[in-house]
């Protein structure tokens, strides 16, 4: 059978250009498993590349994938029928890099992908649809699936503990709690006046439908002191740990999004305690997400620097994430 873009686009949970390679998830019908895989982007009919290409993942696209799937795990979101956006525009605005591919190259990388992981997948010729092999399917029709991931089935770094134990001791779980969380991350992306294009295509990428586009979101309004008082005392601490990451992915927290941030927990009414340490472990996290043995010592301090850990706080990390990775 051959494989097409058409045919296995409702699978698609996540795509991104990086450089010639579309890094790609997709998730296995039925099971909320979500596998990660990679497809070189090759010219069609040999045209030569009018940009220069390189396979280099650029460090904000990097932790804003790991975060975009670490809160659609949370919220339970990502806009299927949006994306066309998130695959074919996104990289090209945030990293410059691999501007020229067209669509039909990107899909072409993308059916790459899957080909490489497609062992995890069937497909009933009887009946049209995507199976895992448990028979639990899913329709190859290209309509929506409302995806909400639980676990990834890829190698990737050992995550910092403190944040992975604080999601899974303190969980976002009530929908008053992922609503307020979402207003928050919406609130932040506008925080200098307006949320962009690129913004925006983050922001769908973990939404959820249940609450709408960032547009719908946004048009709920500020929160209000009581609104953020009412959220659930085991949640709070958590939902200013995420929101934090978030605004960390690009190593740029403005004034405006501190501010902002530092208003939330005054309004949730977290201790200064829960406030630090709400920081402290997204910080972290973000500076592990960008540590590999070949990182030298300047470049993860001055990575630390632009996030607000000292040089004695990067050298910690970095040890923990040698002990953990032998």
């Not at 605005?93 to 490489?116: H, L, M, P, Y």
Request: charge should be negative; include cysteine.
């Amino acid at each position: 059978m051959q494989i097409t873009y058409e045919l296995i686009s409702p699978l698609i949970v996540y795509a991104e250009e990086e450089g010639s390679k579309m890094i790609c998830e997709f998730e296995v019908p039925g099971t909320g498993e979500v596998i990660e895989s990679s497809g070189s982007i090759r010219r069609i009919k040999s045209v030569q590349s009018q940009v220069a290409r390189t396979a280099k993942r650029t460090v904000t696209n990097q932790l804003r994938r790991v975060a975009s799937r670490t809160l659609r795990q949370v919220l339970g979101g990502g806009m299927l029928g949006r994306t066309s956006t998130v695959v074919f525009n996104t990289a090209a605005r945030t990293s410059g890099v691999g501007r020229g591919f067209s669509k039909e190259e990107k899909q072409a990388a993308i059916v790459d992908a899957f080909t490489r992981v497609q062992g995890s997948f069937k497909f009933n010729n009887a009946t049209g649809n995507w199976e895992k092999s448990s028979g639990i399917s899913a329709k190859a029709s290209g309509g929506k699936i409302n995806v909400a991931p639980r676990k990834i089935s890829i190698q990737k770094k050992q995550e910092q503990v403190g944040f992975e134990s604080q999601l899974a001791k303190n969980p976002v779980t009530d929908n008053f709690d992922l609503e307020v969380l979402s207003r928050m991350l919406v609130a932040l992306a506008a925080a200098d006046g307006e949320i962009s294009d690129e913004e925006r295509d983050f922001l769908d990428s973990f939404l959820s439908e249940r609450l709408g586009s960032a547009e719908d979101i946004a048009a709920m309004g500020e929160l209000t002191p009581v609104e953020c008082e009412e959220v659930s005392s085991k949640g709070k601490k958590t939902i200013m740990m995420l929101c934090w990451t978030i605004s960390l992915v690009d190593f740029d927290l403005n004034a405006k999004e501190e501010a902002l941030l530092e208003d939330y927990a005054d309004k949730m009414k977290l201790s200064s305690r829960d406030k630090e340490e709400a920081s402290k472990m997204a910080k972290t996290y973000i500076l592990e997400q960008v540590i590999d043995e070949d990182l030298q010592k300047h470049v993860l301090h001055e990575y630390a620097s632009q996030i607000g850990l000292s040089n004695e706080d990067a050298d910690r990390c970095h040890i923990a994430w040698k002990r953990r990775n032998g």
